[in-house]
């Protein structure tokens, strides 16, 4: 009966109104009771036989049972046993032992019993067993036992059947029948043998709610009554309404005939069925109510209706309707009312709603419920009140919870109506601490890890208790764990001069397995820097003498000096750099050039200048350029009008002078592209040229008058330098010609000649060199006293070698430039010709900081190092928010987006 109203029954209704659904396999019984029951062939019914047939025996009927069932599934015979049947029911076998069968069927002992029983004198046993109602017929009384339970099943069943049934399944704990005791096992066994699993499985996935159509839109309609059409099916009426409700379609099915639904969208129907039924009831008795007239009513009638609209009143306000009729009836019970509030009583409520105190509104509130006393002011104290019990429960949940989120919103909830209750204060602590707690752990949790701020963050996630609420507790906690063990490893590797213990150490720090990020901090740089040593007692040597740059040199003789290192590779750098300094410095330059140090090939130079100017001395002065003619020779050049100053002209010939110079100063430019006469026609040529040039450098000193043309005339003059050797080195003597003696003293900027003269020669030595002959002398003269400020200013000296080691630039400025150069004020910040020389300066060069070989550490080269031996200075991270890779220099601390040309890492 349980499995055909539980299972069978259900699956028959879902077919019959056309519903999928997935069957339940379940423990059918009727297969045992068919053969305990069968006529003719059931275990029971040849029982009866046999008792019926002279000479049968207990042996017979077990013969012909076991003939009769034999290809029965659920019978058993068993021949190991003898005089046994088996059958297997849905709780197990169950063997059954026939000898004394027959015997006991035939007992009428029961019937015996019976007739006792009904004689009894006892007056409670007289009633359950009076002689009228257990009349028994001499037929019946004949009847086996077997065949009296049969008969009994059948009247039990037929009566069930005729009944709606519900089932309650008991569960025996144990087998003791002790209390408080439950054994699993058993409960388990029991729950599953009875069909207990299949049938809740069966009702979860089945619609336990079922409606006609009809019954469905009559009860439902009234939801949503703008969607139910004249003429409109049921059936069709039903699905609007579902559509309308927005119920789950999953578990809403449209059978043929009914509405089939769950529990979840039969409390949402019920629900708003509910608030529309009452809805109306109340606004049916609002309209009754306000319709009445109370002009006649004495005071008794009167209070009646006045308590009876009350309660219509706070039911409209409770469903919040807002509708005429609703507010005519807030009026009329106002004005009813507002008579009979004591001012007490208003006072309360004002004072209540000013503080927003819960407790006074509650009571003032219960107050006002008991009397009847509904005002204006009461729905505000209500709505309030309202609003103060929704924040206090926000609040609760969000402390409860220690949401971050939900603690903010229940906050701005409280903020809307200015609450300051204990609980805003509480919730505003709370989310200070769990903001806290949270920058402490996202600071605690990038590199560089710290297990002080990692012990700090923790300490204050437990202290606010934001513990559980946060993953990041639980990898701040493992990675504190991590950052322990690494750190304890690191002093141990550092303590030591072990090359392998360094490099494993250093390869699990570099791993990315500290919240996604490799460890970093003190310890890790102080064993990177020791690893680093350690490699470099191998191979520095060797490097220090491929890129021989001095600084370098000497720590890495001084350092091996300390260690006591001695080794080929040592004592040739020792060599080096404790032999002649010019030897060195020489080495310096051959490294450099070769390895394309460029820049530091440049310095060098300078360096053998700044010896070369040292040791020969004053035999280097501008005056003793063999290039240079003669001052009585470049006198007597002047025309024969003006030869009677020719010797005060001749002591002038390298000083500052303001009319137009009437010859060039050296021979070779008088001679032409290489010593020797030329033709006239070339030397005019060149003369006017050398004119020129000497009118354009008094025009950009500011000390002869300019032609408005001076940029144009620049620009030619270092096309002229570029293109005839011949006008290079006459150039540079021009400039220290004005500059020799000249008026300005080159202590202002502003505007004056010398340091205009100075910018002037700095962008010469960016575009042309002078020639061989000249360099020494031009070498010797940016060493002279005078003048250096400016001669820093520039870095001469670099420049010169620089142009000497490059050559020509023919990449010269646009006039454009010159122009803007010329338009633009000279001052301190700025000075002549600022914009043009800036960026061929390059001033940095001439630092030693800007050399990229090997570092004050000792480090060589990342791309020197061998493999497996020296973790790169360089590694690319995946970073943990944006999932991109980044660069990160162990040794710079310096991290970039850009993958830097020694990155030798492979993504951590």
């Given at each position: 009966?349980?499995?055909?109203?539980?299972?069978?029954?259900?699956?028959?209704?879902y077919?019959?109104?056309?519903?999928?659904?997935?069957?339940?396999?379940?423990?059918?019984?009727?297969?045992?009771?068919?053969?305990?029951?069968e006529?003719?062939?059931?275990?029971?019914?040849?029982?009866?036989?046999?008792?019926?047939?002279?000479?049968?025996s207990?042996?017979?009927?077990?013969?012909k049972?076991?003939?009769?069932?034999?290809?029965?599934?659920?019978?058993?015979?068993?021949?190991?046993?003898?005089?046994?049947?088996a059958?297997?029911?849905?709780?197990?076998?169950?063997?059954?032992?026939?000898?004394?069968?027959?015997?006991?069927?035939?007992?009428?002992?029961?019937?015996?019993?019976?007739?006792?029983?009904?004689?009894?004198?006892?007056?409670?046993?007289?009633?359950?067993?009076?002689?009228?109602?257990n009349?028994?017929?001499?037929?019946?009384?004949?009847?086996?036992?077997?065949?009296?339970?049969?008969?009994?099943?059948?009247?039990?069943?037929?009566?069930?059947?005729?009944?709606?049934?519900?089932?309650?399944?008991?569960?025996?704990?144990?087998?003791?029948?002790?209390?408080?005791?439950?054994?699993?096992?058993?409960?388990?066994?029991?729950?599953?043998?009875?069909?207990?699993?299949?049938?809740?499985?069966?009702?979860?996935?089945?619609?336990?709610?079922?409606?006609?159509?009809?019954?469905?839109?009559?009860?439902?309609?009234?939801?949503?009554?703008?969607?139910?059409?004249?003429?409109?099916?049921?059936?069709?009426?039903?699905?609007?309404?579902?559509?309308?409700?927005k119920?789950?379609?999953?578990?809403?099915?449209v059978?043929?005939?009914?509405?089939?639904?769950r529990?979840?969208?039969?409390?949402?129907?019920?629900l708003?069925?509910?608030?529309?039924?009452?809805?109306?009831?109340?606004?049916?008795?609002?309209?009754?109510?306000?319709?009445?007239?109370?002009?006649?009513?004495?005071?008794?009638?009167?209070?009646?209706?006045?308590?009876?609209?009350?309660?219509?009143?706070?039911?409209?306000?409770?469903?919040?309707?807002?509708?005429?009729?609703?507010?005519?009836?807030?009026?009329?019970?106002?004005?009813?009312?507002?008579?009979?509030?004591?001012?007490?009583?208003?006072?309360?409520?004002?004072?209540?709603?000013?503080?927003?105190?819960?407790?006074?509104?509650?009571?003032?509130l219960?107050?006002?419920?008991?009397?009847?006393?509904?005002?204006?002011?009461?729905?505000?104290?209500?709505?309030?009140?309202?609003?103060?019990?929704?924040?206090?429960?926000?609040?609760?949940?969000?402390?409860?919870?220690?949401?971050?989120?939900?603690?903010?919103?229940?906050?701005?909830?409280?903020?809307?109506?200015?609450y300051?209750?204990?609980?805003?204060?509480?919730?505003?602590?709370?989310?200070?601490?769990?903001?806290?707690?949270?920058?402490?752990?996202?600071?605690?949790?990038?590199?560089?890890?710290?297990?002080?701020?990692?012990?700090?963050?923790l300490?204050?996630?437990?202290?606010?208790?934001?513990?559980?609420?946060?993953t990041?507790?639980?990898?701040?906690?493992?990675?504190?764990?991590?950052?322990?063990?690494?750190?304890?490893d690191?002093?141990?590797?550092?303590?030591?001069?072990?090359?392998?213990?360094?490099?494993?150490?250093?390869?699990?720090?570099?791993?990315?397995?500290?919240?996604?990020?490799?460890?970093?901090?003190?310890?890790?740089?102080?064993?990177?820097?020791?690893?680093?040593?350690?490699?470099?007692?191998?191979?520095?040597?060797?490097?220090?003498?491929?890129?021989?740059?001095?600084?370098?040199?000497?720590?890495?003789?001084?350092?091996?000096?300390?260690?006591?290192?001695?080794?080929?590779?040592?004592?040739?750098?020792?060599?080096?750099?404790?032999g002649?300094?010019?030897?060195?410095?020489?080495?310096?330059?051959?490294?450099?050039?070769?390895?394309?140090?460029?820049?530091?090939?440049?310095?060098?130079?300078?360096?053998?200048?700044?010896?070369?100017?040292?040791?020969?001395?004053?035999?280097?002065?501008?005056?003793?350029?063999s290039?240079?003619?003669?001052?009585?020779?470049?006198?007597?050049?002047?025309?024969?009008?003006?030869?009677?100053?020719?010797?005060?002209?001749?002591?002038?010939?390298?000083?500052?002078?303001?009319?137009?110079?009437?010859?060039?100063?050296?021979?070779?430019?008088a001679?032409?592209?290489?010593?020797?006469?030329?033709?006239?026609?070339?030397?005019?040529?060149?003369s006017?040229?050398?004119?020129?040039?000497?009118?354009?450098?008094?025009?950009?000193?500011?000390?002869?008058?300019?032609?408005?043309?001076?940029?144009?005339?620049?620009?030619?003059?270092?096309?002229?330098?570029?293109?005839?050797?011949?006008?290079?080195?006459?150039?540079?003597?021009?400039?220290?010609?004005?500059?020799?003696?000249n008026?300005?003293?080159?202590?202002k900027?502003?505007?004056?000649?010398?340091?205009?003269?100075?910018?002037?020669?700095?962008?010469?030595?960016?575009?042309?060199p002078?020639?061989?002959?000249f360099?020494?002398?031009?070498?010797?003269?940016?060493?002279?006293?005078?003048?250096?400020?400016?001669?820093?200013?520039?870095?001469?000296?670099?420049?010169?070698?620089?142009?000497?080691?490059?050559?020509?630039?023919d990449?010269?400025?646009?006039?454009?430039?010159?122009?803007?150069?010329?338009?633009?004020?000279?001052?301190?910040?700025?000075?002549?010709?600022?914009?043009?020389?800036?960026?061929?300066?390059?001033l940095?060069?001439?630092?030693?900081?800007?050399?990229?070989?090997?570092t004050?550490?000792?480090?060589?080269?990342?791309?020197?190092?061998?493999?497996?031996?020296?973790?790169?200075?360089?590694?690319?991270?995946?970073?943990?928010?944006?999932?991109?890779?980044?660069?990160?220099n162990?040794?710079?601390?310096?991290?970039?987006?850009?993958?830097?040309?020694?990155?030798?890492?492979?993504?951590?």
């Amino acid at each position: 009966h349980f499995n055909n109203n539980t299972f069978k029954l259900e699956e028959k209704l879902y077919k019959s109104e056309g519903i999928e659904f997935a069957h339940i396999e379940f423990v059918d019984n009727q297969p045992m009771i068919e053969l305990i029951t069968e006529k003719n062939r059931g275990v029971l019914p040849m029982l009866d036989e046999e008792l019926r047939i002279p000479g049968g025996s207990d042996t017979k009927y077990l013969s012909k049972l076991i003939d009769e069932q034999r290809k029965n599934p659920v019978f058993e015979d068993c021949v190991k046993l003898k005089d046994c049947f088996a059958i297997n029911h849905y709780a197990g076998v169950v063997t059954y032992i026939v000898p004394g069968f027959l015997e006991k069927n035939g007992d009428t002992l029961t019937v015996d019993l019976l007739d006792v029983l009904k004689t009894s004198q006892n007056p409670i046993i007289a009633v359950l067993y009076s002689p009228a109602e257990n009349q028994m017929s001499s037929k019946e009384r004949k009847h086996s036992l077997s065949h009296q339970f049969q008969g009994q099943l059948r009247d039990l069943m037929t009566h069930l059947h005729r009944t709606t049934p519900h089932y309650i399944r008991c569960v025996k704990p144990n087998e003791a029948k002790a209390p408080l005791q439950m054994l699993a096992r058993n409960c388990f066994q029991q729950l599953t043998y009875s069909g207990v699993f299949e049938a809740v499985a069966i009702r979860k996935q089945g619609y336990p709610f079922r409606l006609t159509h009809e019954e469905f839109v009559k009860r439902y309609a009234k939801i949503c009554p703008e969607e139910i059409e004249d003429g409109l099916s049921a059936r069709d009426a039903s699905q609007r309404i579902v559509k309308q409700m927005k119920l789950d379609e999953t578990n809403v099915k449209v059978g043929s005939s009914r509405m089939l639904y769950r529990a979840k969208e039969y409390r949402k129907l019920e629900l708003d069925w509910s608030i529309v039924t009452k809805n109306e009831k109340i606004l049916n008795d609002l309209e009754r109510l306000t319709s009445t007239d109370t002009t006649n009513m004495d005071r008794e009638t009167k209070d009646a209706f006045i308590i009876e609209l009350a309660g219509a009143v706070r039911e409209s306000d409770l469903f919040r309707i807002k509708t005429a009729v609703a507010e005519k009836g807030r009026k009329m019970l106002e004005k009813f009312v507002e008579e009979r509030v004591p001012v007490e009583v208003k006072e309360r409520m004002s004072v209540a709603k000013t503080e927003m105190n819960r407790e006074e509104l509650e009571d003032v509130l219960a107050l006002c419920d008991k009397e009847g006393y509904i005002i204006k002011l009461t729905r505000e104290c209500r709505e309030l009140l309202e609003q103060i019990i929704d924040a206090d429960e926000a609040l609760t949940v969000a402390m409860a919870k220690m949401s971050e989120d939900f603690l903010q919103r229940a906050l701005d909830m409280c903020r809307e109506f200015n609450y300051c209750g204990v609980l805003v204060a509480q919730a505003v602590k709370m989310l200070k601490g769990i903001r806290k707690a949270k920058e402490a752990l996202s600071k605690a949790m990038v590199p560089l890890f710290s297990t002080e701020a990692l012990r700090k963050a923790l300490e204050l996630c437990g202290k606010v208790g934001y513990i559980q609420s946060d993953t990041r507790y639980d990898e701040c906690l493992e990675l504190k764990s991590k950052v322990e063990q690494i750190e304890t490893d690191l002093q141990t590797a550092e303590a030591s001069w072990d090359e392998k213990l360094l490099t494993d150490v250093l390869a699990r720090s570099d791993r990315t397995s500290f919240a996604g990020h490799p460890y970093r901090g003190p310890l890790e740089e102080a064993c990177r820097e020791k690893l680093v040593q350690v490699i470099w007692m191998n191979n520095f040597f060797k490097k220090a003498s491929k890129y021989c740059i001095e600084k370098d040199v000497r720590e890495a003789v001084s350092k091996g000096k300390e260690m006591g290192i001695k080794s080929k590779a040592f004592e040739k750098l020792r060599a080096i750099a404790e032999g002649p300094y010019e030897l060195f410095v020489k080495e310096q330059y051959k490294r450099a050039k070769k390895c394309g140090h460029h820049p530091r090939a440049i310095r060098c130079m300078v360096k053998r200048a700044d010896k070369l100017v040292e040791s020969k001395g004053s035999s280097l002065a501008v005056a003793q350029f063999s290039g240079l003619k003669k001052p009585i020779d470049w006198a007597s050049e002047r025309p024969a009008k003006l030869k009677a100053t020719s010797l005060i002209r001749a002591n002038g010939m390298l000083r500052y002078q303001t009319d137009n110079l009437h010859a060039p100063l050296t021979t070779i430019a008088a001679g032409g592209e290489s010593p020797g006469v030329i033709a006239t026609v070339h030397a005019k040529i060149f003369s006017k040229k050398f004119s020129t040039m000497f009118q354009t450098v008094q025009m950009c000193m500011g000390q002869r008058a300019s032609d408005g043309d001076c940029p144009r005339r620049l620009l030619q003059l270092l096309k002229d330098g570029i293109k005839h050797v011949v006008m290079r080195d006459e150039a540079y003597l021009m400039i220290i010609k004005q500059l020799n003696n000249n008026p300005d003293t080159g202590t202002k900027s502003n505007a004056q000649p010398v340091p205009r003269a100075f910018a002037l020669m700095a962008l010469l030595l960016t575009v042309f060199p002078p020639t061989k002959g000249f360099e020494g002398h031009l070498e010797y003269w940016l060493r002279e006293g005078k003048y250096l400020h400016l001669k820093t200013r520039y870095r001469l000296k670099g420049l010169l070698r620089r142009r000497c080691y490059e050559g020509i630039d023919d990449n010269l400025p646009s006039l454009e430039a010159f122009e803007d150069c010329f338009e633009t004020t000279v001052t301190d910040v700025k000075p002549f010709l600022d914009d043009v020389l800036r960026p061929r300066l390059r001033l940095e060069e001439f630092e030693d900081t800007c050399d990229p070989m090997m570092t004050t550490s000792l480090a060589p080269p990342t791309s020197d190092v061998s493999a497996g031996s020296s973790p790169s200075l360089w590694t690319a991270v995946v970073d943990a928010v944006s999932g991109k890779t980044y660069y990160y220099n162990a040794e710079t601390r310096e991290t970039s987006w850009t993958p830097p040309t020694t990155t030798a890492a492979t993504v951590a």
